[in-house]
């Protein structure tokens, strides 16, 4: 069954590096009086190497079995997919809460869906963006 799926989107030619979705997560996710940045649901990383950012969400994780071996082109550079994949890895340290340590996972800022990553990228590499997707259907019970 197809169904419209609200997501965010990323361009990683647009991202400058300037960390805005970051701060503006961490700041939506606030829990005590403080701002920490280790709250926030998305980090860009940066390829030092070759001078390119590219921001990872945490979550949702799928089951993959390494069939998307795609390549992405950011900023004319070649990278393995795998590689955006492994970041965003519940295995992984990015994305853990502070002090508990549960994963983290992006929850589109709440009901409706409000990303303020989105709505902070002033460099239009973030977008808010319905797609179809074929969903599994619920099977009643007999």
Known sequence: MKQLVKKIHIDFDKC???RHCETACALAHITTNEVNPRFSRIKVFVDMEK?????VIAGPYTDA????RNIVTIKGEDYDECALCRAACPAKPFFFEPGSEVPLKCDLCGEPPDPSCVKWCTSGALSFIEVEENVAEEVQAQ
């Open 65 to 68: 079995k390494c069939t998307s």
């Open 16 to 18: 400058t590096g300037c």
């Open 51 to 55: 001078g390119n950012n590219y921001p």
